[in-house]
């Protein structure tokens, strides 16, 4: 099927849904066709966001349609990762050039390794030798953008937004090595990465700021630990997501699952989705709005807003996690998994009847994602992040959704 055929599938899709088949999963589907009806399915090389983006897309693709019912509709969706993927080879041929992309280009590959389609190695070759020459700071923390034509800008930051492309691709290409040590050495590779963004940028909330300077060059640097200054939502999620995503690979492998390295990394993301949730009860009791603000620990301050992207990749870690018993109960007692989908549940409501919008032939749209944000300029300051502005229908926005309403029907199933 051509990419351009899918015009007929998505007007059947909205004709189905226009009779009244409104549940989470449905809208899941609904989106992910209101997406390629739109032509946001292939990678933008001009946006700042275009590898990320489309890696999410991919990944609410697969999530969504794996286990979708057989219809003519649905049957229609599952080609269209396939070509799209075939599409972005070009893109990460050359790993000397792939070297001076941000992490986010693993997003891509993560997507090819699970396809197992041998046409994509060569791909996947080429990325991981760009790995190879990725620089690292005196830490061995990845530089989150080796980025040539900036390099005062850009060097020596590390992003938590890198792990969500980063950690599980280098889980999920160790399965395609013959030696039987490939996989704890990537996973343990993975939670390195993971544990020094935690150790530097966490807060005693729990919660984790947006990265650091290994140099202390920025003027926002902490000139103890280089630390940003503020807690983005979005780059809080970037960084669940990608455990979850890392843990969910490593899972499937028993020997994997049985190590201290999986439990290490599984208490982590515990520890942290805990502090989210707390997060929301907080902003829950202030304001009366349960969603993920733009500065997640400044609910209703002055500019600040709930963001419709972080707000529905938590909704996904907490539902998916509490689903493959990723949460344990607290030391206090706290039943981890009833909290996780509790408030889960009260986000996604909230979020979506803010932002959420249905028009008459069956398309929908999401309103309330914040543009990228980066700590390349000098002031990251809470002003910075509360005036960035918001887009209409961004991939990251509504791929989000449909991971999240995905998970929501699994709940209510």
Known sequence: MKLQQFAAIAVAIFVSFANGDTSPQDLALRMLASIENRGQATIDSGASTGFIQVGLFWQALAVVTESAPSTVENDGLRPLLSESLASSIPSLMNSTRDAGLPLDRFSLGSAMVASQNAS??????????????QPRNENGGL????????????????YLDGMYSFAPYITIQASLSNHSSQPLAALEMALEQIQILHDICVRPSGLLVHGYDALKAHNWANQTSGASPEVWGRSLAWYSLGML????????????????????????FQETMLAQIQAAEHSKAMTNRPGVWQVVDRPGNAGNFVEASSSFMTVYNLLRGARLHLFSDSKEGQNCTNSAQSIAEEIYATVSQQYLITYANGTLSLNGTSSVASLSPQNVSYEYYVSRPTELDSLIGTSAFSLASYEMGKLQS
């Open 120 to 133: 994509f190695l060569p791909t996947i070759e080429a990325l991981n030798a760009s790995l190879e020459l």
């Open 143 to 158: 530089w989150y953008y080796n980025n040539l034509q900036n390099l005062t800008a850009y060097q020596n930051l590390s």
């Open 245 to 268: 995503n890392t843990l969910e690979i490593a899972a499937r492998s028993p020997t994997l699952k049985g190590l201290e390295t999986f439990e290490t990394l599984r208490s982590l």
